[in-house]
């Protein structure tokens, strides 16, 4: 079965979860968007209003600021990238997931990692690079000490590129901040760059 059909059944099951409580409070399940094909992965927190109310992770001004350094920096459209979140309900007044929460979703995430199996795994902000990290046993310290950084792991029989960076949310409220997310999508689009020229030398 191919990757596409795989994500539209989990979705469909996702769309029918009650393992926390967070469905009570959601007008829409938010399981993700994109292309599953993509070799980039990009995980947030959890959907906020706008998220909630359109189904779909990162349409609002986060989402936008997420979209633009897509479009700017890595030169693809986020068609092309695969985006979701660790948690894919809506917390409610936008408060952060709790413990609990996060441990019931992550059989969805898990499931999603195992269809898309990405080359590269972009975290933003807190939550989901100390769940990726979790998941593939690296120390986790904190994001502002993480972000940036490039770390190597071996899965699904290949090396992954996971690059934590922040949560773009962050950057509407710290403007300064603005600066080391555009750093890091351009550490990411180096990266990018370096996997197309060694995937052409493979065929050489
Ligand atoms: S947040 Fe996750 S575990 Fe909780 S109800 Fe929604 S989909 Fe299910």
Same mark, same amino acid.
């Given at each position: 079965?191919?990757?596409?059909?795989?994500?539209?059944?989990?979705?469909?099951?996702?769309?029918?979860?009650?393992?926390?409580?967070?469905?009570?409070?959601?007008?829409?399940?938010?399981?993700?968007?994109?292309?599953?094909?993509?070799?980039?992965?990009?995980?947030?927190?959890?959907?906020?209003?706008?998220?909630?109310?359109?189904?779909?992770?990162?349409?609002?001004?986060?989402?936008?600021?997420?979209?633009?350094?897509?479009?700017?920096?890595?030169?693809?459209?986020?068609?092309?990238?695969?985006?979701?979140?660790?948690?894919?309900?809506?917390?409610?007044?936008?408060?952060?997931?709790?413990?609990?929460?996060?441990?019931?979703?992550?059989?969805?995430?898990?499931?999603?990692?195992? #269809?898309?199996?990405?080359?590269?795994?972009? !975290? =933003?902000? @807190?939550?989901?690079?100390?769940?990726? *990290? $979790?998941?593939?046993?690296?120390?986790?310290?904190?994001?502002?000490?993480?972000?940036?950084?490039?770390?190597?792991?071996?899965?699904?029989?290949?090396?992954?590129?996971? #690059?934590?960076?922040?949560?773009?949310?962050? !950057? =509407?409220? @710290?403007?300064?901040?603005?600066?080391? *997310? $555009?750093?890091?999508?351009?550490?990411?689009?180096?990266?990018?760059?370096?996997?197309?020229?060694?995937?052409?030398?493979?065929?050489?």
């Amino acid at each position: 079965m191919d990757k596409e059909k795989m994500i539209e059944e989990l979705n469909n099951q996702i769309l029918k979860c009650t393992r926390c409580p967070l469905y009570k409070f959601k007008t829409n399940y938010v399981p993700g968007d994109g292309n599953p094909n993509s070799k980039i992965l990009f995980i947030g927190e959890a959907p906020g209003r706008e998220e909630d109310k359109q189904g779909k992770p990162f349409v609002g001004r986060a989402g936008q600021v997420l979209t633009e350094n897509i479009k700017n920096i890595l030169n693809m459209d986020r068609k092309d990238v695969y985006i979701t979140n660790v948690v894919k309900c809506r917390p409610p007044e936008n408060r952060e997931p709790e413990e609990e929460e996060i441990k019931a979703c992550s059989i969805w995430l898990e499931k999603q990692l195992e #269809i898309i199996q990405p080359d590269i795994i972009v !975290t =933003l902000g @807190h939550y989901s690079t100390k769940w990726i *990290f $979790d998941y593939f046993k690296l120390k986790f310290s904190s994001i502002t000490k993480l972000r940036g950084k490039i770390f190597k792991v071996n899965k699904w029989g290949k090396n992954i590129t996971i #690059i934590p960076t922040l949560h773009p949310a962050s !950057t =509407l409220y @710290h403007k300064e901040w603005r600066e080391y *997310f $555009d750093q890091d999508f351009k550490t990411i689009k180096e990266i990018l760059n370096k996997d197309k020229r060694e995937g052409i030398l493979k065929f050489i």
